[in-house]
């Protein structure tokens, strides 16, 4: 079996806890934040969950800054989205990065 693993990288991380502060205050904010970890968990599950993105656009900055290759969305709740790429920890092949790359 392969394990999956969810890593945010720095910026998401930082915007991420600045939402889950401000969430017990907002239902909104409480909702996305809810709403991010049960699709971190489903991804867990299975890695391709979310709708491939066509790789024509990738956005270069993904490409040159996270050497991204591919690029999977997942809807969340009031209409933001979250963005995943998938990244091989080791040669064996049992062991994928899932990298949360953002969300809006």
Known sequence: MKTVR??????VGIKYNSLRE???GSKKESAI????KDKA???KKDMHYG???????IP???????????????ELAYFW???????NDH?????YSCSCLGYS
């Open 81 to 87: 989205r979250m963005l995943y790429t998938l990244k």
């Open 41 to 43: 968990e489903l991804i």
């Open 91 to 95: 040669d064996d092949g049992k062991s």
């Open 60 to 74: 270069d900055v993904y490409r040159t800054n996270y050497d991204v290759k591919n690029l999977f969305r997942v």
């Open 6 to 11: 969810v890593v945010l990288i720095e910026e």
């Open 22 to 24: 401000r969430a017990s």
């Open 51 to 57: 709708i491939p993105v066509n790789k024509k656009l």
């Open 33 to 36: 934040v809810e709403a991010i």
